[in-house]
């Protein structure tokens, strides 16, 4: 493994950006200006002491010199919430390696504050949305003709599924521009909805082998079905743009899960699971926020929207790379809980 040249004291202890050495023991042997004024902390007061102790790190540095001693360059984490002395909320980039001396060398990349306010994406749905009726309204009734002038039942079929996804999206378009319009929530039944959309990807893409794995039991769930729909179209095209040749769709009931809007007893779990090369170890951290995507070519619009849609029925959408594959979940709450857990299901 090639080692950092160290730059010199004068030199480091100029720059804007945070820099901080550790012994063996992830003490700290020398900082910066800027790493001081960053933790709002005073630099020689914390020569000596555990770095790890001030960012509540101690597991994570540890991981991290561990894959430095197994030859990595260098370990990278992305948007970590840092809290300073002063408890003021700081969002940084860090990086960390080795040097030649057998110490640790730490970067903190402050990051500039992201913009609250969502009015320029909304904007912009509504102008995509806008923009698209039309084309949509072409469609169906390319669809429509279709239809009527064959008599192959196949065709016939593949009309229906684009009649169904223009009128679906129609819906969509409609809900965007007319901001605050109700959701149309109902009894969902998951297994059709997971249905349509097997029958719409092997549509587009015959040789995709989709295996399915239900729980006959599943029950019903309330919600919009349109939404759900979309939410889960997004994340099985998303796994095939990415190269997946194979989907298994599974579902499950899981019992005493965490979720972001409190403890339920019992959640509907539904797995996307796909073959795909996964999602890049650097967006981790970052997949789910908007504009951000590890495609080329992709608006990184769709995981935030569907994770938008899975908190709006009170549930989550997270993601995991397991011995299957790369897994995307979805929770949706069949009954809350303000109990303690115990036994709580661990969210991949």
């Known amino acids: 493994m090639s080692q950092p040249t160290p730059l010199p004291v004068d030199i480091a202890a100029r720059l804007a950006t945070g820099l901080v050495v550790l012994d063996a023991n992830l003490h700290v042997a020398w900082m910066n ?15 000596g ?5 001030l960012l509540d790190m101690r597991d994570t540095l540890a991981d991290a010199t561990r894959r430095l001693h197994e030859n990595e360059a260098q370990v990278q984490w992305r948007h970590v919430h840092l809290t300073t002395l002063r408890h003021h909320e700081r969002m940084v980039d860090m990086l960390m390696q080795a040097l030649p001396d057998g110490r640790w060398l730490l970067e903190v990349h402050p990051l500039a504050p ?19 009726k039309n084309p949509l309204a072409g469609l169906r009734g390319a669809a429509q003709l279709l239809r009527q002038r064959t008599t192959d039942a196949g065709m016939q079929q593949l009309a229906d599924v684009v009649i169904h996804e223009t009128d679906r999206l129609r819906g969509l378009a ?11 929530l109902g009894m969902v039944n998951l297994h059709e909805v997971l249905e349509r959309i097997r029958r719409l990807m092997l549509a587009q893409t015959p040789e995709l082998r989709i295996d399915e794995d239900y729980d006959p039991s599943l029950p019903a ?25 194979a ?7 899981a019992h005493r899960v965490t979720l972001p809007a409190g403890i339920v007893r019992a959640a509907v ?19 789910f926020q908007p504009l951000v995507s590890g495609r080329a070519g992709g608006t990184g619009l769709g995981l935030a929207l569907a994770r938008e849609t899975a908190c709006d029925h009170g549930g989550d959408l997270c993601h995991a790379t397991t011995d299957e594959g790369t897994m995307f979940t979805l929770y949706l709450p069949l009954e809350r809980s303000d109990a303690r857990p115990t036994d709580t299901e661990t969210l991949p």
């Open 174 to 184: 409609d809900r965007l521009l007319q901001h605050g319009l109700a959701a149309r």
């Open 33 to 47: 200006d800027a790493m001081g004024d960053l933790l709002e902390i005073g630099v020689r007061s914390m020569r």
């Open 114 to 132: 992201v913009p609250t306010s969502s009015t320029p994406l909304s904007a912009t749905l509504r102008g995509v949305a806008h923009e698209v």
């Open 49 to 53: 002491q555990p770095f790890a102790s």
């Open 269 to 287: 779990r539904v797995d996307v699971i796909d073959n795909g090369p996964g999602v890049p170890r650097h967006l981790d951290d970052v997949l």
């Open 221 to 245: 769930i309330h919600g919009d079905a349109d939404r759900l729909q979309q939410l889960l179209l997004n994340l099985t095209r998303n796994a095939v743009e990415a190269g997946a040749t």
């Open 247 to 253: 989907l298994r769709l599974r579902t499950r009931v």
